[in-house]
């Protein structure tokens, strides 16, 4: 059975930071591309970063040079260090696995207020 569980989420002022991590299990981790999404209330889901498993990274504009995302493949584990986290940053952040298929996390909710 596939797992990817995210923690790390939380409540934070504007300019502070938060590491997301997601633990992956059932699958041959250091195969899968990971990746990090968000979704916005009302909003699609967009992708955030992505590193795929030679470790090339990819991130969407908004957040390049904010936020780096990370794998650890002896943990099983794919982390997104968030910096300078803005208003806008605010979102249910999933984590997702992908190879071929495609497995996702539960979600973990980020939410920058003043």
């Known amino acids: 059975q596939v797992q990817l569980v995210e923690s790390g989420g939380g409540l934070v002022q504007p300019g502070g930071s938060l590491r997301l991590s997601c633990a992956a299990s059932?699958?041959?981790?250091?195969?899968?591309?990971m990746g990090w999404y968000r979704q916005a209330p009302g909003k699609q889901r967009e992708l955030v970063a992505s590193?795929?498993?030679?470790?090339?990274?990819n991130y969407y504009d908004s957040v390049k040079g904010r936020f780096t995302i990370s794998r650890d493949n002896g943990k099983n584990t794919v982390y997104l260090q968030m910096n300078s986290l803005k208003l806008e940053d605010t979102a249910v952040y999933y984590c997702?696995?992908?190879?071929?298929?495609?497995?996702w996390g539960q979600g973990t909710q980020v939410t920058v207020s003043s």
């Open positions: 997702n696995a992908r190879r071929g298929v495609l497995y």
């Open positions: 590193i795929f498993s030679d470790g090339i990274t």
């Open positions: 059932g699958i041959n981790f250091r195969l899968y591309a």
